[in-house]
């Protein structure tokens, strides 16, 4: 079964600096990857998806990279901003019915 | 465009009552997802539809919940009765139709109390 892990689960950065979200899947045999955006009380907004067949993604200050072959995804975001702090999720989808969540992290961007 | 729509935002009820859940996802999007998100955990697919069928619902805890989108458009979840161990948040997502390009596109969530 699809095991997915996020690293750090809560992060805490002064506003302007650079930080990387890590995520890792126990099974490389997907179709994508994606990176979500929660802020307390809301739903989750889609913020970058990775198909298996690429490398990265970027939007914006966000660069999703995928290693397919190591099982492992990473966030990077630029001159984060307070507006950035929220939680941050990654779902491997393995076909019909199978995306897989971490368990998220906390992020919070110190003005 | 207007988002994914759900009703109640929250709610409270005691243990072995019942509850209902509704959910209208994005117009024209074929595919509508039930998430259960437990407090600290990533959400949980508990039942996919396409348009007004059942495409996978094997992790619906099937004697308790129960899902329906008759007209292929709006959903509802059902648990009945509840236990404790149904609180959580349940969203709604839906996606144009269900492929591996398709983004999913969540509604607030439904935040779920039993006492």
């Known amino acids: 079964k699809q095991e997915v892990t996020q690293i750090p689960a809560a992060l805490s950065v002064p506003e302007g600096e650079n930080l990387v979200l890590n995520c890792s899947f126990t099974d490389s045999a997907i179709y994508n990857l994606q990176w979500f955006r929660q802020d307390p009380g809301k739903g989750l907004t889609s913020l970058l998806l990775i198909q298996s067949s690429q490398r990265e993604q970027t939007s914006g200050r966000l660069n999703a990279s995928l290693d397919k072959s190591s099982g492992r995804s990473t966030l990077y975001i630029a001159a984060s901003q307070p507006g950035d702090s929220a939680t941050y999720l990654c779902?491997?989808?393995?076909?019909?019915?199978?995306?897989?969540f971490g368990t998220g992290t906390r992020l919070t961007v110190i003005p | 465009e207007a988002g994914v729509a759900q009703s109640p935002r929250y709610k409270i009820i005691e243990k072995r009552q019942s509850v209902a859940f509704w959910c209208n996802p994005i117009?024209?999007?074929?595919?509508l997802y039930w998430y259960q998100q437990i407090l600290g955990q990533g959400p949980k697919l508990l039942i996919q539809?396409?348009?007004?069928?059942?495409?996978?619902d094997s992790q619906l805890p099937k004697d308790r919940f129960s899902a329906e989108r008759l007209k292929g458009v709006d959903s509802t979840l059902k648990i009945q009765p509840a236990k404790l161990e149904d609180s959580a948040v349940y969203l709604c997502?839906?996606?144009?139709?269900?492929?591996?390009?398709?983004?999913?596109?969540f509604g607030p969530g439904t935040r779920l109390t039993v006492l």
């Open positions: 539809f396409q348009n007004n069928g059942v495409v996978d």
């Open positions: 117009s024209g999007h074929a595919t």
């Open positions: 997502a839906s996606s144009l139709d269900g492929s591996s390009t398709d983004t999913q596109y």
């Open positions: 779902a491997v989808y393995a076909g019909a019915n199978n995306l897989f």
